[in-house]
Nanobody
Framework: QLQLVESGGGSVQAGGSLKLSCEAS????????VAWFRQAPGKEREGIAAIYNLGRDAFYADSVKARSTISQDNTKNMLYLQMNDLKPEDTAVYYC?????????????????????????WGQGNQVTVSS
């Protein structure tokens, strides 16, 4: 059983930076696809960054590309998301998620999208609020 716990959220002013962390217990992050999703009020959950292929490849949604970096530390079973130049539209609950089956790679490589249906395990979510 895999458990994911996010931390690092909070309130920040527009233009600022934030680093989200996700600690995994019960499995090794290096063997599965791990990702960050977010859900803003009244909107669908959006996949924004994923790391896969034993950490060698990463995918970013256009909404955060060039402003964000996803990374993992396999020695600590940690996943991170560094976000810079934050905007009010980045306000959302941020979730880390893990896919054991590898379906995420099919979605990313063949469809160019992240699908929440591909992910088996989810963290509890962490609020990020960006004020203008």
């Amino acid at each position: 059983q895999l458990q994911l716990v996010e931390s690092g959220g909070g309130s920040v002013q527009a233009g600022g930076s934030l680093k989200l962390s996700c600690e995994a217990s019960g499995y090794f992050l290096s063997t599965i696809c791990v990702a960050w999703f977010r859900q803003a009020p009244g909107k669908e959950r959006e996949g924004i960054a994923a790391i896969y292929n034993l950490g060698r490849d990463a995918f970013y949604a256009d909404s955060v590309k060039a402003r964000s970096t996803i990374s993992q530390d396999n020695t600590k079973n940690m996943l991170y998301l560094q976000m810079n130049d934050l905007k009010p539209e980045d306000t959302a609950v941020y979730y880390c998620a893990a896919d054991f089956s590898g379906m995420c790679m099919t979605s990313i490589r063949h469809r160019g999208v992240m699908s929440e249906n591909d992910y088996d395990y989810w963290g509890q979510g962490n609020q990020v609020t960006v004020s203008s």
